[in-house]
């Protein structure tokens, strides 16, 4: 009941078309779900976040939408640039004192071609 | 502002010896949380410190183990190491998830046993 499952695991997208990524939860405790870009070398790094009581969020070429009653969230990658290609996760989190342990999904290799 | 540092980067031990990981934190930030990322596992969440107390745990056995100091560096404790224990080691801090603060991760340390 932890799990976050991500697909697809890898994605190949030309220069300026949209990215997207999809995660499904089986917790509905979860009540935190992050996006992470990570590059080879480096750790983690927040893309974006959202709470379940809002249905969109968006941080320039990066929106995250949310599905409560289907227990989905994705992340949309507009304008993908090669600059972009990164591994990508999602993550969930139950509330209060448990935000500091994070489920990840097993990742998605973004690769986008100039 | 220093980032979070992990030392040392790269590990090599042999089966059954023990390794010990280091974690500075952001300053002022009082949470630290561990997770192992392997290409089989993804990224799995260890344990989490906050003020020098463990205040979460993963499902790993107990040869995993760490401790907070009260300057919230960090250390976890890999005892009787096996094969399976390679992995990169990340660690995250925050200035308290409990208030959805981000998590900011490290490089890792990159521990491969023989």
């Known amino acids: 009941q932890q799990q976050v499952k991500q697909s697809p695991q890898s994605l190949i997208v030309q220069k300026g078309g949209i990215s997207i990524i999809n995660c499904a939860y089986e917790n509905t405790a979860f009540d935190y779900f992050p996006w992470y870009q990570q590059f080879p070398g480096k750790g983690p790094a927040l893309l974006i976040a959202i709470r379940p009581d809002v249905s969109e969020k968006k941080e320039g070429r990066f929106t995250i939408s949310f599905n409560k009653s289907a227990k989905q969230f994705s992340l949309h990658i507009m304008d993908s640039q090669p600059g972009d290609s990164a591994t990508y996760f999602c993550a969930a989190s139950i509330g209060g004192t448990s935000y500091g342990k994070l489920t990840f999904g097993q990742g998605t290799i973004l690769t986008v071609h100039p | 502002k220093a980032g979070v540092t992990q030392t040392p980067r790269y590990l090599i031990k042999t089966r059954g010896q023990q390794v010990t990981l280091s974690c500075s934190p952001i300053?002022?930030?009082?949470?630290v949380s561990w997770y192992q990322q392997t290409p089989g596992q993804g990224l799995q969440f260890l344990f989490e410190?906050?003020?020098?107390?463990?205040?979460n745990k993963g499902n790993f056995p107990g040869r995993f183990s760490g401790r907070q100091f009260s300057n919230s560096r960090s250390e976890m404790n890999v005892s009787t190491l096996e094969l399976g224990d390679s992995a990169l080691y990340l660690c995250a801090s925050s200035l308290d998830p409990g208030q959805r603060d981000i998590q900011y991760f490290g490089a890792g340390t990159r521990l491969s046993v023989l």
């Open positions: 300053s002022g930030h009082r949470s």
């Open positions: 410190y906050f003020s020098e107390t463990q205040r």
